[in-house]
Structure formats: C-alpha cells, structure tokens
C-alpha cells in the first residue's frame, strides 16, 4: 500500500474558479473568503483538494494569468491574512489547497517590465524578456511571423524612451501578457523564490500554467504555419511551445517541491497544463523526476464515440502510467465548453441529452485509474450560458478577434447557490447586487440548494461517486481491463470484479456479460440486466470477472 503522503496519486481535485465562487464582500467578485465560506459544501461533497485560479494582484486583462505581483493577493479577492485563513480551513477539513502559478508570461503591469520598457535596447531589464529588433529597412515588420493565441501579432513595439519607436516584445497571448525569457537565470531564481513563499505558506502544490511554454526557439525563426495557435487556441507552434529546455526547469521545480517533503514528509504536487500532440510527449513531463502529474486533455477532447474514448484511455494507460506516474483525468475546466453543452444539450437547459451524456462521461472518469480533477459546477450539471450579451464579455479572444467562437465567459458565470432570481446567493450582498458576469433566470434550476435536495441530481451522483472511490479498493490508483461489448458500449473491470459500462448509444443494450443485477451506482435508471442509452453504471460482479 502506497504511503500517505503519495495522496495525489488517485486525489480528486476540485478546480476553484475564485472570482466565480462565492462573493462574500457584495462586489459580485468571489474572493478567497468566500472559497473558505464553501470549504463545508466541498467537503460534503468529498473532494480530496482545490486548485484555485489566479488571486494575485493583476490588473485582470485576462482574468488573473497577467500577474503583477506574484506574492500578494488582489486587494479584488482578499489579503494574505485571508489566503493563511483559508488554507488552515482547509487543512482542519483534510482538503488540500494548490495554487495556479503563471510562469510563461506575467502582466505588462509587472515591475520587471515596466523597468523593461524604461531601459535601452540590450540591457538587462529586457533581457528578462523577449525583446528583439524588428524587420525592414525601418524596422517596422515584426521579428518573425508568429501569431498569438488570442489573435493578432505576437509581438507589440513599443515607443523608446526618446519617443522614437523601438523594439518589439514577444507574447503568445495577448500584449498585457509578456513572455518571460527562461534562457535567462534571473527567471529561474526570481521563480524559485515564488515557489518557495507560497510553500513556507503552507500549500500542497501547484498548477502550471501553460507548462509545455516557457522556452522558445533561440533563433526565433520563421513559421510555417503562423496562425496555428490563433486557428486552434492550442499551443501547437513547435518553435514556441514544448522545447526540450523545459524539462530542466520541472526537474528543479520537483527537487523544490522534494526538499520540503523531506522536511515533514507532505509531498507536493506539481501538476502541469500540458498541451502536446501525443500520450508519448505528455509521459516526458511525467518521468520521475519531473512533474509529479500532467492533465490528459485527449479525454475532454474526445468525441462521443466508444472507440474514441477507449483510444486515448488506452493510450494514457500504456504511455503515462508507464513512467510511475498516474494519469491525470480531466472532463472540462475554465477554458472549455461546459460537458453538459459540449456533449449534445440542444437546449439551454440540461434534461436531455447533454446532461445524460454529462453524468454519464462522470462516472466513467470516476471509475479511471488515476486523479480526476473537476471544475466547479460540473457537480451542478450546469450548462454553458450560450447567449451573453457582446457588452457584458470580458474574455481577450472576444476583445482582440471580435469573434465569439471559442470565448470562455459562458463557463466562467458565477455559480447560482440558492433562490429563484439573480444573484442566486451567490453574493452576500442586496438581491439586486449584480455579479460579474450575468446569470439567466434558468440558473434557478441548478442553484446548490435545490441540487442538494434532490438525490436524483448531479451533485448526489458527483458525491455519491466519490464516497465509493474513496471506499471501494478497486478503484483510485491501479489498472483495468477492457470487457467484450456489443457495438455502442464500453466496458472495463477494475480490480477483479468492479464492472464500469458506458452505453455511448441511445437504444438500451444487454448489460455487461459478468454482471445481471441491479448496478452500485448508474447515471440513469438502470433496470436489472439492461444498460440504457447515454447512460453509465458500475457494478460488483458475485464472482471474478474474466476478460
């Protein structure tokens, strides 16, 4: 049996969307004591620990990934006194608390880069950064022909201190988003120090943002696909994402990390944002050395479709398990469609399709060897809010392209807790305090208080999930074994006789050849020997099962 201190092993990790969690001042912002204020609900519904998104000082052009300050909280979510309360909280609740930490790019807010935009060409301010000449007789071109992520140049000149234009700096995102230079060691060691705060502070680890970022190819050549990363919203440009330099620097972080599990024995975790083309890549960043985990996007991204879902789950296992690690599932987080919406919801509301498809894809993640991470609502089965107004969005893909196709605000709405009308007491200010974004009059139907009420609910299927993970010895960490299924479904045993089946039809199919009676846990009603269409279930077999 595996020590204690390896939790993040089989840990389901709860994703905390600080700013739409719970508002506990009347801003319609949540804030860091409105995360300790739901620390009970979390608890309630059994999850190991929380990830929180950015809090640290920013001036919020992309929602807290352009960090200013990355050792202080925003006067918008808190202090530090308050981030200390909050993770005492949490510890007394046996809740681990993980930090987002941004090292691919900071804020053009930043200290270091205002000192950039202050020094001459070749100093050592910009040589934290991505600074280079630009091309033509003028110099009026960009160094090369990238684009961002979120649209536009990747690179923005700036004026010189003469108030001639000058230079041009590189950022893959948006130009309040300035690249760090990771070639340079005063990035390593100024980082060393962030890691260092927030661990004597008493977290248990960290997501990486954009992990497979940081280095970019030295001689910052020409792409042949410039627009890839725009096209996709994905890290796919090879001359600036996954360069092998990373590596080095994970390998440090997990020595940081080692250094301080030696000194108490509470191991933290290091979990990475890690968008590579391949299983095989992604297993790079999780050798032994390195980060401890890496979420498997090939699982969210996968269609609905039986052999779709059992390809990446077979190739997750066989290339990401193999290094020693365990894979890190994930169904949907604050960059992505919702799962009731993306997964077939015709209408706003989420009885139909969609959500069938949704409970059903949870219990399959639940039953997974590995960790799972879920991100707040899900539990709620809430869908995508597919009609904000243009005046009320504040994502920079809407800001920089004009377009609505992949902007984030609709998973982003603040989460409806109780009543019949906004803000859903969400904030604990007047009923007519406005939150950040807007909720629809349709969030009454999934506010917490009414999902808690009623066990036939996503939250009671969330939770009812995660108690038999955390009793039932099969599943958490360990391996499966796929079953023989008939055309639609699929099936895998964990241990010897734990039964996992997924009717990704939509006409009812025989269920599992070892099993008959009624399931431990279904996403639907599941009658005795039958698997309906769209729906999930998990039995224990009255004898081992074969394959």
């Excluded at 052999?307 to 789950?313: L, M, S």
């Excluded at 009420?453 to 996503?458: E, K, V």
């Excluded at 089946?501 to 009812?508: H, K, L, Q, Y």
């Excluded at 599992?512 to 639907?524: E, F, H, M, R, Y």
Aim: aromatic letters at 10%; one cysteine or more.
């Amino acid at each position: 049996m595996l020590s204690k201190c390896h939790w993040w092993r089989d840990a389901v990790i709860y994703q905390v969307y600080v700013r739409s969690f719970l508002d506990s001042t009347g801003d319609g912002v949540g804030d860091l004591a409105g995360v300790r204020a739901g620390l009970p609900y979390l608890k309630k519904l059994g999850v190991d620990g929380i990830w929180l998104s950015p809090f640290y000082p920013s001036p919020q052009h992309d929602h807290g990934y352009d960090v200013a300050d990355y050792c202080d909280v925003d006067p918008l979510f808190g202090d530090l006194a308050e981030f200390d309360q909050l993770v005492r909280a949490a510890r007394r609740l046996g809740i681990k608390v993980l930090l987002d930490i941004v090292p691919n790019h900071c804020s053009s807010a930043h200290p270091w880069f205002r000192e950039a935009l202050a020094s001459p060409p070749g100093s050592a301010a910009r040589a934290r950064f991505h600074f280079a000449d630009g091309r033509g007789p003028d110099g009026s071109e960009p160094p090369n022909n990238w684009h961002a992520m979120f649209g536009g140049p990747a690179w923005t000149r700036v004026t010189e201190a003469d108030g001639r234009p000058g230079q041009w700096y590189l950022h893959m995102f948006t130009p309040e988003q300035p690249d760090w230079n990771w070639r340079n060691p005063a990035i390593r060691a100024e980082f060393d120090r962030i890691l260092r705060f927030w661990l004597d502070r008493g977290v248990d680890g960290f997501r990486i943002d954009v992990a497979a970022g940081l280095f970019k190819h030295p001689a910052l050549p020409d792409s042949d696909d410039p627009e890839a990363d725009a096209r996709t919203r994905d890290s796919v440009n090879p001359l600036a994402w996954n360069q092998p330099e990373v590596h080095d620097v994970w390998r440090h972080w997990r020595a940081v990390c080692e250094e301080y599990r030696e000194r108490d024995g509470r191991e933290r975790l290091l979990v990475g944002e890690v968008s590579v083309p391949t299983a095989r890549e992604h297993a790079l960043y999780v050798r032994p050395d390195e980060l401890h985990q890496a979420f498997f996007f090939d699982l969210l991204g996968a269609p609905w479709d039986p052999d779709a879902f059992r390809k990446v789950i077979s190739e997750a296992m066989a290339d990401i398990a193999g290094t020693g690690s365990t894979v890190t599932w994930v169904l949907n987080n604050h960059d992505q469609v919702r799962t009731v919406t993306r997964y077939g919801e015709p209408t706003p509301h989420g009885s139909g399709l969609g959500a069938a498809r949704a409970r059903a894809a949870a219990l399959l993640m639940l039953a997974l060897p590995g960790a799972a991470y879920i991100y707040q609502g899900e539990e709620l089965g809430l869908p995508e809010v597919v009609d904000l107004p243009d005046d009320v969005l504040t994502d920079p893909i809407f800001r920089r392209t004009g377009s609505r196709a992949r902007i984030r605000d609709g998973c982003r709405v603040p989460l409806p807790w109780s009543g019949q009308a906004s803000p859903f007491g969400f904030t604990s200010g007047a009923e007519t305090a406005k939150p950040w974004l807007p909720q629809p009059e349709w969030f009454a139907e999934y506010a917490t208080d009414r999902a808690l009420a009623d066990t036939r609910s996503f939250w009671h299927l969330y939770r009812d999930g995660l108690q038999l993970r955390a009793a039932l010895p099969q599943l958490g960490e360990g391996t499966l074994r796929w079953l023989e299924t008939p055309p639609g479904v699929l099936a895998f045993v964990r241990g010897d006789d734990l039964v996992c089946a997924v009717n990704f039809g939509t006409a009812p199919a025989p269920a599992p050849a070892p099993v008959a009676g009624t399931p431990l846990l279904s996403s639907g009603p599941c009658p005795p020997g039958e698997l309906p269409g769209s729906t999930a279930a998990w039995w224990i077999s009255d004898l081992p099962v074969s394959c």
